[in-house]
């Protein structure tokens, strides 16, 4: 297993462990269902239920899976994007305490879901715990970020494509951080365990983010209630890259960009930001055009560590926020 520093431990392991659910959003998810089902047994001493939250697959993979052992299946009754579909799974985990919420083209490493659970209970204030993310060459993506300020996000948008070490993105992104088990702004949605009864408080995910956003979003509304984010690097996931995203390119872009001027929308309303909003809507559009016909660098700014590092990190306890 990777291992990682922590920092900022803020209450001793509860020795009661609280009860646990994982949900899948799904559409069309094909082999990377399987792939995510066959590894979860080895990230829990004890198998989880599972909730398939499936948004019209055709394909027989969701039909496949809920044939196995603690696995249901139940459709949303149509496409509601990524956060509508997630709320529906976790209403049908029932009484879970915390819930695992995932993309499907997830696969899990040794003991992953044992130590967010664990850091779950060394945080009480965490709304949303999430582990390290490693893409299929083994280089830890940035999924623990901080809050897009105005001028961190137009510097990230208009150069991350281009100039990957551009000092927005490294800012936005905090690659240059050691990793450490401590808060941040907001966790990547792809992989994330809710604390519950935070998530309920705030009505969930917005069903108004049909993909992206929906995630920073969440964490935003939690942080203004008091509830924390905490990224758990000593987790370990790989993120694979959907089947989903491959088979709807274009229409995936369009709902990056909607869901990104929905956001500035939504954090600058008012008259005395229409001004900004109708520039970054603009610059949206243009970027939205652009990235139809032009490939960006690695598809954005590259990783910086790779798996191989960090797993040389001691195994310190230290408090430092990422």
Known sequence: MLRARR?????????????????????????????????????????????????????????????????????????????????????????????????????????????????AQRWPRAAILGPAILTPDGDLYPSARSFPSLSRGIGHALLGWWWPSNPFTRSYRRERRDPVEATAGWLSGSCMLLRRSAFDEVGGFDPAYFMYFEDLELCRRLARRGWESVYVPSAVVTHVGGQATRLAKGPMLKAHHRSAYRYVRAEYAGARWLPVRLLIGAGLTARYLLSLVARPVREGAPPTRTAQTLAQLPDDIRTKEI
Request: net charge negative; glycine share 14%.
């Open 7 to 119: 920092g900022g431990v803020t209450a001793p392991p509860s020795s009661a462990r609280p009860t646990l659910s994982v949900v899948v959003v799904t559409w069309q998810p094909g082999n990377d269902l399987d792939r995510f089902l066959d590894s979860l047994p080895r990230a829990a001493a004890v198998a989880p239920p599972v909730v398939i939250a499936d948004n019209g697959s055709t394909d027989g993979s969701v039909e496949r899976a809920a044939q196995r052992p603690r696995v249901t299946l139940v459709p949303t009754g149509g496409n509601l994007g990524y956060g509508g579909a997630a709320n529906v799974g976790v209403r049908a985990a029932g009484g879970a305490e915390l819930v695992l919420v995932a993309n499907p083209d997830i696969e899990w490493h040794d003991g992953a879901l044992d130590e967010l659970v664990g850091a």
